[in-house]
């Protein structure tokens, strides 16, 4: 069986053994577009956490069996193609479901505190300059009694909730948009979104959710929201979003995801100099431990598709 890993630097240099183990495997650090088809020529297995498998790329290999995505979003693949060539697509789900809690309330609790602000200020030297105890020059906000509203009410969706429960706040679970009926314990997109103090995305990137965030949203946003997203780029339009920010027509947003990464110079978000953005460089899964919890999984994912079980598969 060989197998083919198209980004291995997304492992952070972890071992590879367990995989090692499951046939004869070829591991490249990085792989771009133009080097797939050369690269997987011989492939009954491709692993591959954000290189893009369009259906270009499929019709040229026809040996191929299995994409392995080594994340949970498979927005990187084009599923219809894949499943046209008989091409089966697993995932991996739950993996960095801590990490992406603990990394989402990082953000929320910086933005609410403004954490960010007054950590730069004490680098800037203020606090010395204090004729009291304490510097208040930012507004801080609590989460509990907010209104906390979820889009994407799935794994991690749910572990948000949670957590937003525990801090108090007031969790609200989005309805898709566009449902004409609204399932129970659901609440309508739009009367979700213009409730809302916190918006936390955890949905995937599809037809449906592309620039669910919109000029037209963002108007019907309170002053005060926070926007999170730590899903997709894509989801949110950036130019949308930094002229939302830039006119304080939202407060602020926490981000770790842009519609083109690696991020481009050109994009929105790197050129909005404003202090109420906070963007990471998608590492929000990147725990050590979910890099483990990742690697063992994308091994059961291959052994169990080589047993003929299906589990983890998308297509
Ligand atoms: N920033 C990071 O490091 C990470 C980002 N992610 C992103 O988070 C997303 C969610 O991950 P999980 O919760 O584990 O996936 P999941 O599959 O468990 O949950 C996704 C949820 O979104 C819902 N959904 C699908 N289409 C929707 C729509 N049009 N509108 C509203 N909801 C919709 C699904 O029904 C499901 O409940 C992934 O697709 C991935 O893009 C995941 C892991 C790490
Ligand atoms: O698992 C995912 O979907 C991620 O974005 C991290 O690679």
Redesign the pocket.
Not at 151 to 157: A, E
């Given at each position: 069986m060989k197998i083919v890993l198209l980004d291995a630097k997304t492992l952070a240099n972890n071992p590879l053994t367990p995989i090692e183990l499951l046939g004869e495997l070829t591991s490249y650090p990085i792989t771009d577009g133009a080097q797939v088809v050369t690269r997987c020529i011989d492939a009954d297995i491709i692993i591959t956490n954000k290189v893009v498998i369009n259906a270009e790329t499929l019709s040229a290999l026809p040996k191929l069996k299995l994409i392995c995505v080594a994340?949970?979003?498979t927005?990187n693949i084009d599923l219809v193609a894949a499943k046209a060539h008989g091409v089966a697509v697993c995932n991996v789900?739950?993996y960095?479901t801590p990490a992406?809690v603990q990394h989402t309330f990082t953000l929320l609790g910086n933005l609410m505190g403004n954490m960010h602000r007054y950590l730069n200020d004490s680098s800037n030297g203020l606090w010395q300059k204090s004729d009291m105890f304490c510097r208040l020059d930012h507004s801080i906000n609590e989460i509990a009694h907010k209104n906390f509203v979820i889009?994407?009410?799935?794994?991690?969706?749910q572990a948000v909730a949670t957590v937003a429960r525990a801090f108090g706040a007031n969790v609200i679970i989005a309805e898709?948009?566009n449902e004409t009926s609204v399932r129970a314990g659901r609440v309508a997109f739009l009367d979700a979104v213009q409730s809302a103090d916190i918006i936390s995305i955890?949905?995937?990137?599809?037809e449906?959710?592309k620039d669910l965030f919109n000029a037209h949203i963002f108007k019907q946003l309170k002053p005060s929201a926070v926007l999170l997203n730590?899903?997709?780029g894509g989801i949110v339009n950036e130019q949308a979003l930094v002229d939302a920010l830039k006119q304080k027509v939202i407060a602020a947003a926490g981000f770790?995801?842009l519609t083109v990464e690696p991020a481009q110079n050109t994009n929105p978000l790197l050129n909005y100099t404003g202090d109420n953005l906070l963007l990471t460089p998608?590492?929000?899964?990147a725990a050590q431990e979910s890099i483990n919890r990742l690697i063992k999984c994308i091994t059961e994912n291959i052994t169990a598709f080589h047993r003929g079980d299906n589990i983890n598969r998308i297509v």
């Open positions: 994340a949970t979003g927005n789900a739950g960095s992406v889009i994407g009410y799935g794994t991690l969706g898709r948009p955890h949905c995937p990137l599809n449906q959710t730590t899903a997709r770790d995801v998608h590492n929000a899964w």
